[in-house]
């Protein structure tokens, strides 16, 4: 492996002024990110790009978390080598310049999610590992299909509605409940009855109300919830969180809200809009209900890998 160590210098992208230059650095990233590059509030993002003379090889884009107690941590979004440097030691040095300007900043932990059906996954995860990160693991699936399909594809599904109707069950949108749905649900997460993981507050900026489901039980109770999230720059919808009551569980009932939601979707902006769902092992038989249930037509299914590593000031 050729060592380009000494022809490489690094630099913090917000201190590059060039409108092309800075135009290059982001054609490093995914253009989802291009928000997070051009906003003017800078501090809570790392932007490192790596340059061999005037051209931008290499970008490391991480943002500060919402702090957990005394933990301060980075989320790394994107770690991009240009295509003809790869496998020559540019992500190493790249990542070793991260870490020790985030722990200068006082970062004591650092993250990450990529998908495993990225073409550079294994990569990634060579990377993180030589690095001392936890070895990733598959988090969440996730699955992708056009909301139409998920609708028309099995008559299976129209039993299950019924039977559903039956209980009583009803999907609500946020919009249309007498309460708000998001209080409620955090008074439940605070008080234990429901996981952490549901909690629906740090969607609250960018969920769509319209679309987002209030579950209820045949005694009009909330018994679970269904987070929806447009994203606009993927052209897709997104359906980060559905939670029901341990009594609702393994009787369809997720499944159900699913579908509606699926069918809302498909009446606002048609059968081939796009809809991706995601499941995390902590969610129980949810994940290998999404499998089997909506697997079959799906565009593409991938797992969340993660992983993670404390920093210290010290350095490694
Ligand atoms: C992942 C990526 C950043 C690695 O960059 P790089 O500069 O080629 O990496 P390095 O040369 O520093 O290699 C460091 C380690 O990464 C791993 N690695 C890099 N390329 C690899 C490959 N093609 N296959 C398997 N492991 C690989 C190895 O463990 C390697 O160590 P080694 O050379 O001692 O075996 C680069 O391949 C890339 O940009 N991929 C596309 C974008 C992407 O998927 N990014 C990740 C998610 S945002």
New binding site residues.
């Given amino acids: 492996?050729e060592l380009v160590r000494d022809r490489l210098y690094f630099v913090n992208l917000d201190g590059i002024a060039d409108k092309d230059l800075r135009e290059a650095c982001a054609e490093l990233t995914w253009r989802s990110y291009r928000s997070i590059l051009d906003a003017p509030k800078t501090e809570n993002r790392l932007a490192l790009v790596a340059f061999s003379g005037e051209v931008p090889v290499?970008l490391w884009l991480s943002v500060q978390m919402p702090s957990e107690g005394q933990q301060r941590s980075h989320s790394l979004l994107?770690?991009?080598?240009a295509a003809a440097?790869?496998?020559?030691?540019?992500?190493?040095r790249l990542i070793q310049m991260a870490e020790a300007e985030l722990a200068a900043r006082g970062i004591s932990l650092v993250t990450t999610s990529?998908s495993s059906i990225?073409?550079?996954?294994?990569?990634?995860s060579?990377?993180l590992l030589?690095h001392a990160w936890i070895e990733p693991k598959a988090d969440r699936i996730r699955i992708c299909g056009r909301v139409g399909d998920t609708v028309t594809t099995s008559k299976a599904w129209d039993l299950l509605l019924r039977r559903l109707q039956s209980r009583g069950i009803r999907y609500l949108s946020w919009q249309d409940t007498d309460f708000d749905v998001i209080e409620r649900a955090a008074v439940m997460v605070d008080a234990g009855q429901a996981p952490e993981w549901s909690d629906p507050r740090p969607w609250s900026g960018s969920l769509c109300r319209q679309l987002s489901l209030a579950i209820l039980d045949g005694k009009g109770d909330l018994a679970g919830w269904v987070v929806c999230e447009p994203q606009p720059t993927l052209n897709r919808w997104y359906f980060p969180i559905g939670w029901v009551t341990p009594t609702e569980q393994d009787r369809g009932t997720l499944v159900g809200a699913y579908l509606e939601g699926s069918r809302r979707i498909q009446a606002k902006s048609g059968p081939s809009a796009l809809a991706v769902l995601e499941a995390s092992p902590r969610q129980g038989r949810a994940w290998s209900l999404f499998e089997k249930h909506f697997s079959s037509f799906a565009l593409w299914s991938d797992r969340l890998l993660i992983s993670q590593k404390t920093l210290s000031a010290d350095g490694p």
């Fill in positions: 492996m290499a994107s770690l991009v080598v440097w790869r496998r020559r030691g540019v992500a190493t990529y990225l073409p550079g996954a294994a990569a990634i060579g990377l030589n």
